[in-house]
């Protein structure tokens, strides 16, 4: 059932024509290369290559840069009413900070144990994933190996120096931090669909993927026939102003549940003002548990905004709270083992250039003033403005911190439970999308469209026909009760 793949098929490219670019600027070039020996695909076609294109998108560099493509060929192609194919699917990951092509192996080895999980993922459509500039299999491909880094910001100041010094040595590698942002990834797109003679695509992405979708809907629409984003970030949303507070709304929300269900409630009573007083108490020093291991307010902010992302953290939250109320803190760190997921270096060059431009540290911590388990998330993200004063990103364009306008077709999936994108943002956001659909899953958190076949049947439904209404009948209803884990 699992087969290696020995040499990607040669992936067809068109004769170059012209792209909006200036005249100085380098064309965009596409090589197929093998993909990894040892990804046992299990029988799926997959072509893999890179994409080069210029670093600076105004043609005044040099530079070239390498971003990495694997290319997933659709397992039973759907053809609509008149008999056309669908435009490959392109998926832009989170973050910003993520990746995709490297475990693009790994993860068509996991459908292939589990077939039945799937009905998204390349079955209708070609799946084309990349790694966005400066991250990833790319060259240059950004990490910070030991720099630890969440969505809550560096959890210490050590990190935050760590961060600089890091960023310091990609600048001196001669990276340009001006072309590591969403506008510029919009043109690689753009230079993407033009090698691979692609006239449209559709978009899909998740957390941070959407805003990328954005910033192609914003630059390059007439490529785009429709989108999908799932638990999205918009380019009006603050990267920091509000989290804290967002956060404590979370927290606010998964107990709110616990208390409406009378065993739970039982086994916690008062559990939101009892937290509320442990935060406080972490806000005034440092914490040692139970085992003598001591941790900081930034740890336990790791841990709020990593727990509240999670679903299994979620069901969780009532059990892991009392334990740290009780002076076991094995909770703050499980989170705390694995903070070094990102590419730190590209994510911070992101949001350094098209986030933390438009805000400041002085309202994030004004608006969670008064809330204690809001003050707990401020000191980590602050550290993310001082860290940006390390590189020089070039000023943003104001479009890039705009509500977007458009009528491409775009399913937004929001899930009820989450920290970092909520539901409030994304319905918002949908506004200015005026063949839009807003879909906001009870109990759902944070990357909803996998987590069941409902969702994922919903997404493909809409790629197949945009136009139509969304089928919700197969959605958890308004008053489920959400399932804890003691």
Not at 129 to 138: I, N, P, T, Y
Not at 465 to 475: A, E, G, H
Request: with cysteine.
């Amino acid at each position: 059932m699992l087969t290696r793949l020995l040499a990607a098929t040669a992936l067809a490219v068109a004769a170059l024509t012209a792209v909006p670019a200036p005249a100085s600027a380098a064309e965009p070039v596409f090589t197929a290369k093998p993909c990894p020996a040892d990804w046992a695909v299990g029988g799926r076609t997959v072509e893999c290559g890179t994409l080069t294109v210029d670093e600076a998108r105004d043609g005044s560099g040099g530079r070239r840069i390498d971003i990495a493509v694997a290319i997933v060929r659709a397992s039973a192609p759907y053809r609509d009413a008149s008999g056309q194919a669908l435009p490959p699917v392109v998926v832009f990951h989170g973050g910003p900070g993520g990746d995709l092509v490297a475990g693009v192996g790994p993860r068509l080895q996991r459908l292939a144990a589990r077939p039945d999980d799937n009905v998204l993922m390349a079955v209708d459509q070609d799946w084309i994933f990349f790694d966005q500039r400066g991250g990833g299999l790319d060259d240059p491909s950004m990490d910070c190996p030991g720099v630890q880094l969440t969505d809550a910001g560096p959890p210490s100041d050590a990190d935050a120096e760590r961060l600089k010094a890091c960023l310091r040595g990609f600048a001196d590698q001669g990276v340009d931090f001006r072309w590591y942002n969403v506008a510029a990834v919009a043109e690689d797109i753009r230079d993407l669909a033009h090698v691979l003679n692609l006239p449209k695509i559709d978009l899909y992405g998740g957390s941070y993927g959407p805003r990328v979708e954005a910033a192609v809907i914003t630059h390059a629409p007439e490529i785009v026939r429709a989108a999908v984003m799932d638990s999205p970030w918009p380019p009006e949303g603050n990267w920091a102003v509000g989290t804290p507070e967002q956060v404590s709304a979370a927290v606010k929300i998964i107990l709110a549940k616990c208390q409406a269900q009378p065993a739970c409630a039982a086994r916690h009573p008062d559990l939101q003002a009892r937290f509320e007083a442990e935060a406080r108490e972490w806000l005034a020093g440092p914490r040692t548990g139970r085992d003598g291991v001591t941790f900081t307010v930034d740890d336990l902010s790791a841990f709020l905004m990593d727990t509240t992302y999670s679903r299994t953290g979620v069901r969780r939250l009532p059990a892991d709270l009392e334990k740290i109320i009780a002076g076991d803190l094995s909770p703050v760190a499980g989170i705390a083992a694995n903070r070094t997921y990102y590419f730190e270096a590209q994510h911070m060059a992101y949001i350094c250039k098209e986030e933390l431009p438009f805000e400041s540290a002085a309202r994030v911590a004004a608006g969670a003033r008064g809330d204690p388990v809001a003050e707990v998330l401020v000191p980590s993200l602050s550290r993310l403005f001082d860290v940006c004063g390390a590189i020089e990103s070039g000023a943003a364009d104001p479009v890039e911190n705009q509500p977007v306008t458009t009528d491409i077709p775009t399913l937004f999936v929001a899930a009820e439970i989450d920290p970092g994108c909520p539901p409030p943002l994304t319905e918002a956001a949908a506004r200015g999308y005026l063949n839009g659909q807003v879909v906001i899953v009870t109990n759902g958190t944070h990357g909803v469209i996998n987590a069941s076949p409902c969702t994922q049947r919903m997404a493909r439904d809409f790629l197949r026909d945009p136009s139509k209404p969304v089928d919700r009948s197969c959605l958890p209803a308004a008053d489920t009760p959400l399932e804890f884990i003691e």
